[in-house]
Nanobody, 118 residues
Framework: QVQLVESGGGLVQPGGSARLSCKIFGDLYGSYFKNWYRQAPGKQRELVATLAGVGPVYYADSVKGRFTISGDDNERMVYLQMNSLQLEDTAVYYC????????????WGNGTQVTVSS
């Protein structure tokens, strides 16, 4: 049984920073992409960043230069460092692990709320 648990959300002032963490419980066999998604109120869930075995391979245009995805396979952790946060970054952020070939092997966390407000 694979479970993903996010932490690190909360209230942040505009221009501030936050670091989200995702702990992966259970074993992921094979090659997986590690993703961070977010969903703002009234909007569709969007892909924010993707981490592959070679490193970060995708950032949404809206977060390029501000967010950094990283991981520690030994600790089974995935991180999202968010800098220069803007009001528009307010959303529930979800950690996801999806097999690179067998996309049905797709695991999600429950999400963590990030609110950017003064």
């Amino acid at each position: 049984q694979v479970q993903l648990v996010e932490s690190g959300g909360g209230l942040v002032q505009p221009g501030g920073s936050a670091r989200l963490s995702c702990k992966i419980f259970g074993d992921l066999y094979g090659s997986y992409f590690k993703n961070w998604y977010r969903q703002a109120p009234g909007k569709q869930r969007e892909l924010v960043a993707t981490l592959a075995g070679v490193g970060p391979v995708y950032y949404a245009d809206s977060v390029k230069g501000r967010f950094t995805i990283s991981g520690d396979d030994n600790e089974r952790m995935v991180y999202l460092q968010m800098n220069s946060l803007q009001l528009e970054d307010t959303a529930v952020y979800y950690c996801n692990a999806r097999h690179s070939i067998y996309h049905a092997l797709d695991y999600w966390g429950n999400g963590t709320q990030v609110t950017v407000s003064s």
